[in-house]
């Protein structure tokens, strides 16, 4: 999948992934994708619910074991 940036939020817990992903965000232009790779188990629904509550677009996740990989696109 296209992507315009990334995000290493491999090795942090929770709310580490979900503030660097806000922070990352906020330096994309409406549209632009940015991918997030990281190991945290409770990112999963983390990913979901902020998707839903800031109106960013998750279109896709994967999960390769101990983990996961996000692409999110800014509103």
Do not use: W, Y
């Amino acid at each position: 999948m296209h992507f315009d940036a990334e995000l290493d939020a491999r090795g942090l817990n929770c709310p580490l992934p979900i503030l660097r992903t806000k922070k990352k965000l906020s330096e994309l232009a409406s549209g632009q994708v940015l991918k997030i790779d990281a190991t945290d188990p409770s990112s999963v629904k983390d990913f979901q619910m902020f998707a839903k509550q800031t109106g960013h677009q998750l279109l896709a996740q994967t999960d390769a074991g101990k983990e996961f990989t996000f692409f999110m696109q800014k509103k």
